[in-house]
């Protein structure tokens, strides 16, 4: 059976990187939070794969780019 879960008082600066973070893997708001958690409490990481692709996405260009995107996506878990 489903849950509802809702979550309250979330600081704009969180829920704009939500946002941000959503848009960039072409997801709702809603699906992202569900993918996070399920990422978090299932342990799956993602695949070099997956991390090549999300570079990519990205179009970075340098090493200072790049550790500032998984510096980000690290600190967003």
Request: net charge positive; proline share 1%.
């Amino acid at each position: 059976m489903a849950v509802n879960l809702s979550i309250k008082n979330v600081a704009d600066e969180v829920a704009e990187r939500l946002r941000e973070r959503a848009r960039r893997n072409h997801r709702s708001l809603q699906a992202e939070l569900l993918a996070l958690l399920e990422e978090t409490t299932m342990g799956r990481r993602r695949s070099v794969a997956e991390v090549l692709a999300a570079v990519r996405a990205e179009h970075l260009r340098t090493p200072a780019e790049a550790i500032a995107m998984l510096r980000e996506d690290r600190d967003g878990r």
